[in-house]
């Protein structure tokens, strides 16, 4: 016996219509939860989009996970180029860069191995120019626009840590910069010596 199709019933399009409403209201709720987590702030200027998805960024975790970093892990690299000042978002560098940040990183996981500190956040590291214009007393020549820098919050204070980071310095692990802030500590490899912030 031949099973023909079920004509298409008119009782049934009130019901399509009712799951359709409220797929788009669940749809709207949860955009709202994730817009309303997306604009937290952090200080005056600055909030960090959490959900915010990056271009290439599972290939720059990968690639991150490659460099077998005994203290530091992808997502605390990542995280701060989802942050966004005065409307302007950062983002990942570009794949050319990615090379760059691992002498950086490669020095504050020799830190940690070192002196044992451990790493409370890392406040920047690739910054685009038209968020580096944003960041308060940033160099116009930055070299986190190189994603040579790092900017890493420790569970020590800066001056501290600048003193481990100066003796590998001049044991010859890096040649680049140090850079003491009242909460964290910024060190670059920009191939010769240079300190701020430090007494």
Known sequence: M????QPHREENKP????RRRFLRQGVFV???AVAAINTTRIGNHLRTDRFRPLVDEADYAAFLA?????????????RPHRNVRNGVANRLPPKLLWRNLSKPLRVVDEICTRAGYRIELINSAFRTPAYNAECVGAAKRSYHLRNMAIDVRFNAAPLEVAKVAKALRSEGVFKGGIGVYPSFIHLDTRGRKADWGIS
Do not use: D, F
């Open 2 to 5: 031949k099973i023909l199709p």
């Open 30 to 32: 949860a955009s709202a």
């Open 15 to 18: 019901t399509n219509l009712k």
């Open 66 to 78: 490659g460099l077998n970093l005994r203290y530091i892990t992808a997502p605390e690299v990542i």
